[in-house]
């Protein structure tokens, strides 16, 4: 199906006004297709953008050619087979209709749907985490002073819930990819720069409405109180016999890694205790004590993506 043609039809204008000085416009159309099986809607849609006069939408505002009036608006359309165009049933006339809108109405009939605000709501997310300390940084030990293993507490982050109309496709498909796992990289509804991180881009149904496609498309946001980067303990089957950052030539040559073994480490020269799987390190790279708590290395790894939200119109 297309429509190949639409054009204003000197024939067929009319005006007319009433004792409320109401003013009442109509014009006609003609729409030519390639298929004498097009459904009316699909003329209708096809017409809106259509050559050499496309049809005005719903709740445009009356202005044909060198006549305008900014009171009245296009309140409907009228289509209908012409066969007398050459005995052609590819042929169809649209009657368009500008008037006032009805009391008390407004002019709100005539909005773009693409122009309307975005809508918010929040929401929480739930997840757990491993619990190191407790809340005030107080490590969380037995009673032999050694950090429980794998306990998990509960925990959740607020969600920015966006809705907002868009169009095309395309675009909607392509902030999709571009902003999968992405974080902030400017400062966004009061979060600083990747504290906020995209959890999806959805989108409904292609939706019609006032004479416009378009999608509704759900944003959903997550914010941390931290920022969206990977914090590993600072941990490892292999350490330093000193400080790496140690620039002093002691004779030894260069700094040697050592299998982790149970405290005390290194005395005197001497690697002493049984092997661990697994222990905490020094920023230095040096075995940490097991009496000390475990560290984050720093700085953390940025691992997501960093986009401009605001560029997104939410």
């Not at 042929?91 to 693409?114: I, K, M, S, V, Y």
């Not at 107080?138 to 925990?155: C, H, M, R, T």
């Not at 290194?266 to 092997?275: A, D, I, P």
């Not at 920023?283 to 790894?301: C, I, N, S, V």
């Amino acid at each position: 199906m297309a429509v190949i043609g639409c054009r204003l039809r000197e024939e067929g204008s009319t005006f007319s006004i009433d004792s409320s000085f109401r003013r009442m416009y109509q014009h006609q159309y003609l729409i030519e297709t390639n298929n004498v099986n097009d459904l009316q809607i699909d003329v209708y849609l096809g017409a809106l953008t259509s050559t050499p006069d496309p049809l005005p939408k719903i709740g445009a505002k009356y202005h044909v050619t060198n006549d305008q009036d900014n009171n009245a608006f296009l309140l409907g359309a009228q289509l209908k087979r012409y066969e007398e165009e050459k005995g052609s049933r590819r042929h169809w006339l649209a009657d368009c209709n500008w008037g006032p809108p009805e009391p008390g109405q407004g002019t709100t009939f005539a909005e773009n749907p693409l122009n309307r605000p975005a809508k918010y709501s929040l929401e929480w997310a739930n997840y757990t985490r491993v619990l190191e300390t407790d809340i005030s940084g107080k490590p969380v030990l037995n009673s032999a002073d050694d950090l429980f293993e794998a306990i998990e507490q509960d925990d959740a982050r607020p969600v920015l819930v966006v809705t907002k109309n868009e169009w095309p496709l395309e675009i909607i498909i392509a902030n999709a990819i571009a902003y999968k796992n992405a974080v902030n990289s400017d400062t966004f509804h009061g979060a600083g720069p990747r504290q906020a991180k995209m959890e999806s881009i959805t989108s409904g149904q292609l939706l019609f409405e006032n004479g416009y496609d378009f999608y509704n498309v759900t944003y959903r946001i997550q914010f941390n109180d931290t920022f969206w980067d990977m914090k590993l303990v600072d941990r490892g089957r292999q350490c330093y016999d000193r400080p790496k950052t140690d620039s002093i030539d002691d004779g030894m040559g260069g700094m040697i890694k050592l299998a982790t073994k149970a405290w005390p480490r290194v005395k005197s020269g001497e690697h002493k205790g049984e092997f661990l799987e697994l222990c905490n390190l020094n920023p230095d790279g040096t075995q940490r004590d097991d009496t000390l708590p475990a560290l984050f290395k720093e700085p953390a790894y940025r691992i997501y993506p960093e986009k401009p939200f605001n560029a997104l119109g939410i």
